[in-house]
């Protein structure tokens, strides 16, 4: 975990990419925090679509790691709300779900970055890593379309 | 054997000794079931497995004899005996286990027809002779066999002639009917696959879940420079996902066992007022998690009934848990009970989720869950488990909810003990 790819890119805590984490099941919601915890992210997390959707309204994050199956709210709500509100961060979701990826695909009409649980942690950082990648170019592309 | 009972009345007896005689068989079977209020389908059986076991008296014995009983003791049945004088049948035996193989289609007849009648008993005696007895029960909903019935019956079997083409055609619609039925029992099978299938669907997406954990953190704590404090909340979250595991596949192991009709009760006079209060001290631990407004009412006096402690404790256990789980916190669960009309009951009532008109009748089959129910996890087996536990007990157990969002209530009900 430590070794990998974007691991230590200097940022200061304040400074660190923000990631929201998105689970019912609480032993998998600390999981994926202390995972990105020690990636060097600041981590907020979220039991359901509705506290998500809360928390996404407040906030902006790097990389939105969202489970499927959730009361109150799903994961298929949460990215209803992301396509109407906040279109850009649809690109900055990992879904994990604990159905395989064909069932998911049939249940979620979005094509995002996909997880099958269980899953490898290193395999949770590349996609979360490429998450993060895009949300900072995005971040330069803005910074240099607008001169300030 | 016989099948033969005290209360039988005879119908008609038809002599079998030419091969129309075996289609007038089928034919007086046909309008006998009729009249005696069986579905179009049981008319079908009926006439079919008569018709097979008198066309076998004519093809093996050279004839024999159909007789039509009405058989007016509870319930009531239609009984056919058809017997021969001819040589037996050597290998009665290998016929009924379904072993025997021959070319001419020989034994089928006879397998066929136990398969459509409720009752079969046959006896043959090699050189002497064969008798088959055939009984049909007639639907609870069929009038009584009165003389009156009877009397309509005669004149109906007297007034019909046979006539080969007519009895073609009627052939043909059984034969329709029996197609038709056959397209609804396989609409019947998908359904019920598709359902199974959504249930293995359900099965692996619950167990991946906590396994996702512990394998997670397995991996977490295998890293170098863990500290104290992640090590100690690594072991805790492997500890909890194990024991859900552990749980669901419990779940799943009794439901097979339910489902193979393999649950045996304990059954002692009992106080469900005892098993309500050790149910509920076991119960505040797990809705401290939650801030829910729990109470309790139960009437005064015991509630005395025959039980198995154990089974009746994971029945309320899991009425409440459900409770717990659909009601958002701030909710209010209660459990109340009494006697009267000489039975106990038990309500387990909440201001949680609800549930819906088209799930309501559905909530005690296996498998079933609510599209939100599904979010909340488990794998739809409880309610199915905790109905058949009910009903070994003679109890009988009801939901009611005023729809979405507006609570659920369900309610036990058990014979009062005398």
């Known amino acids: ?148 | 054997v016989s099948l033969v009972t005290s209360h039988t009345l005879p119908i008609v007896t038809v002599l079998v000794r030419q091969s129309k005689d075996w289609i007038g068989a089928r034919q007086r079977a046909q309008i006998i079931a009729a009249s005696l209020g069986f579905s179009l389908q049981d008319q079908t059986r009926t006439s079919t497995a008569v018709s097979e076991i008198a066309r076998n008296a004519f093809e093996y014995a050279q004839g024999g004899k159909v007789e039509f009983l009405a058989e007016t003791g509870m319930p009531q049945s239609l009984l056919v005996r058809i017997s021969d004088q001819g040589p037996g049948i050597v290998e009665l035996d290998l016929i009924l286990a379904g072993r025997y193989r021959s070319p001419h289609g020989m034994g089928i007849g006879i397998t066929g027809s136990r398969t459509l009648m409720d009752e079969f008993a046959v006896d043959t005696r090699i050189g002497k002779g064969t008798t088959v007895e055939l009984r049909k029960f007639l639907p609870r909903s069929a009038p009584r066999i009165t003389p009156e019935v009877l009397g309509a019956m005669a004149t109906a079997l007297s007034r019909r002639p046979v006539d080969p083409l007519e009895e073609a055609q009627h052939y043909n619609q059984e034969l329709l009917l029996t197609l038709e039925e056959l397209n609804r029992v396989n609409r019947e099978l998908q359904a019920a696959n598709e359902t199974k299938d959504l249930f293995l669907a359900t099965v692996s997406h619950e167990l991946r879940t906590p396994m996702t954990a512990i394998l997670g953190w397995l991996q977490m704590l295998a890293l170098p420079t863990v500290g104290e404090s992640m090590r100690a909340e690594g072991m805790k979250a492997i500890e909890s996902a194990a024991r859900v595991q552990a749980r669901l596949v419990e779940d799943v192991l009794e439901a097979a066992k339910v489902q193979s009709g393999k649950v045996h009760l304990e059954l002692t006079d009992l106080d469900l007022r005892e098993v309500i209060e050790s149910m509920w001290s076991a119960l505040l631990p797990a809705v401290s998690a939650k801030s829910l407004l729990i109470g309790k009412s139960i009437a005064d006096g015991a509630l005395p009934i025959r039980g198995d402690r154990t089974r009746l404790q994971q029945i309320l256990w899991n009425l409440v848990t459900n409770a717990i789980k659909f009601t958002p916190e701030q909710g209010t669960i209660t459990v109340s009970a009494t006697t009267g009309g000489g039975h106990v009951s038990v309500a387990v009532t909440d201001s949680g989720e609800g549930i819906t008109e088209e799930l309501l009748p559905h909530v005690f089959e296996r498998f079933r869950q609510g599209e939100n129910s599904r979010k909340h996890g488990g794998l739809g087996l409880g309610l199915a488990i905790v109905t058949h536990l009910v009903e070994l007990h003679g109890g009988t157990i009801s939901a009611t909810s005023e729809g979405p969002g507006k609570g659920a209530c369900f309610t036990l009900r058990f014979p009062l003990r005398a």
């Open chain 1, 1 to 148: 975990v430590d070794s990998l790819p974007g691991a230590g890119r200097g940022t200061s805590l304040t400074g660190a990419p923000l990631a929201l984490v998105v689970d019912d099941d609480l032993a998998i919601r600390l999981l994926v925090t202390r995972i990105l915890e020690r990636r060097g992210l600041r981590v907020d997390a979220a039991c359901d679509g509705v506290e998500a959707v809360e928390r996404i309204a407040s906030a902006a994050y790097s990389v939105i790691v969202l489970d499927l199956m959730m009361p109150r709210l799903d994961g298929t709500g949460v990215m209803k709300y992301l396509a109407q509100y906040h279109p850009a961060q649809l690109e900055l979701v990992v879904v994990m779900s604990a159905y395989g990826a064909a069932a998911a695909d049939r249940m979620f009409p979005f094509r995002t970055r996909f997880i099958e649980k269980p899953f490898e942690v290193a395999t949770l950082l590349r996609e979360v890593g490429l998450c993060v990648d895009a949300a900072s170019r995005a971040a330069t592309e803005q910074g240099d379309e607008s001169p300030s």
